[in-house]
């Protein structure tokens, strides 16, 4: 079958998996073949784990999925993230949680998470102990900013413009309390749930504050960022990272304000095609969101389509433009290529740009799965 014909997408078949047995799936037909032996190689114990767990369904007592899990730290990423660990339980400084980026605190916590590492383990658990430290008394998770450096800068431009500059203290905490952000808040909540933390106050407080901040147009935006306190419009890089979080909530303590901040949340990405303009014909709003990008720290597609898919929307045809792009960038043998990464900047690169990548591959197959259960199909709308 050729990519792009879409037709017959979906019909049963048997795929051989490691470890010498079948297991039918009836969504797994994606085009011609599913790399799925690449997917469970030892080298990527992460992504051994989570095709295991998420596309096979291996149940929670097999011993293989158990034997991988007791593997995830010994992946090469997490290990060298785990021995640049301070003895605080901090990463870089232990004062800037945000900065340097990709390198400090709130950024390792988020990466750890991705890999499937949990609250049991002790460098998580030094490491959360320390994050808690920067949530602010309204909820939200701060930049923590404020810095002495920054200060002097303000008060010798004040003393030029003669303009009244407060004390450090009282700087400090407005600075602290204008860089409490929506779109840091709600990847660090999906870092703690994620991690098993579902049920600590501080992930209960930050959630409610997500709740009681949302847009009326249904997204999110910095409340107190000087840079969004003239926006009405919500921002797609705010709205995505409390949506995840919100979907990875268990619903036994989804509550009533969650769960319509969660259908005004998808509503927002959906009414936009997920990377779409809806007051200017439609057409893309930044090129940049439509590269399938690891980690997923920020917004792309298919972090936008991960998550709507994943509260029940996969049926719902505003998704099938952005479905559409991220199907046309399949390679020849199967997999999806990593188009955006942050080479350079974190403590170990994890794939290279443009060459098959098993994270992506595996975030697509998650896509299709949630999709094809919910249509029993994937029947494109047409162009």
């Known amino acids: 079958m050729l990519l792009g014909s879409y037709d017959a997408f979906i019909i049963q078949c048997r795929i051989s998996i490691t470890g010498g047995f079948e297991v039918t799936r009836e969504w797994m037909s994606v085009i011609d073949s599913i790399p799925i032996d690449w997917l469970l190689e030892s080298d990527n114990p992460p992504v051994r784990f989570f095709t295991m767990r998420e596309l096979l369904e291996y149940r929670k007592n097999d011993s293989e999925l158990i034997e991988t899990k007791e593997d995830l730290c010994n ?3 997490t290990q060298k993230i785990l021995n640049r660990q301070n003895l605080d339980g901090s990463w870089e400084l232990p004062n800037q949680p945000y900065l340097p980026k990709y390198k400090s605190s709130y950024w390792q916590i988020m990466l750890l998470a991705m890999f499937g590492l949990e609250r049991t383990n002790k460098s998580v658990e030094r490491g959360v102990e320390k994050i808690l430290n920067f949530q602010q008394p309204e909820g939200g998770f701060s930049t923590m900013e404020g810095q002495q450096k920054e200060y002097e800068f303000v008060r010798k431009r004040g003393v030029k413009k003669k303009d009244p500059i407060p004390p450090y203290e009282d700087w400090r905490s407005l600075k602290n309390r204008e860089m409490q952000l929506s779109c840091l808040t709600g990847n660090v909540c999906l870092a703690l749930i994620q991690m098993g933390y579902e049920d600590h106050a501080a992930v209960k407080n930050a959630l409610q504050w997500l709740v009681e901040i949302q847009n009326k147009d249904g997204g999110w935006l910095c409340p107190y960022w000087g ?9 797609f890089m705010g709205t995505v990272p409390p949506l995840d979080a919100f979907s990875e909530v268990p619903k036994r303590l989804l509550t009533t304000s969650m769960k319509k901040a969660l259908e005004q949340g998808a509503e927002f990405l959906l009414m936009h095609r997920l990377y779409q303009a809806d007051h200017h014909d439609f057409s893309p709003i930044k090129k940049d969101w439509l590269l399938l990008t690891f980690p997923q720290f920020f917004y792309d597609i298919l972090r936008g389509i991960s998550v709507v898919t994943r509260l029940g929307h996969g049926a719902d045809a505003r998704i099938d433009d952005a479905l559409r792009v991220i199907l046309n960038k399949r390679l020849p043998a199967g997999e999806w290529p990593v188009e955006k990464t942050y080479t350079g900047t974190m403590y170990q690169n994890i794939e290279q740009k443009w060459r098959p990548s098993k994270w992506i591959t595996l975030r697509v197959l998650k896509v299709l799965k949630n ?11 047409q162009e």
């Open 75 to 77: 992946y090469r990423v």
């Open 371 to 381: 999709i094809v259960l919910t249509r029993g199909h994937l029947d494109l709308c």
């Open 227 to 235: 840079a969004h306190k003239n926006d009405n419009h919500g921002c």
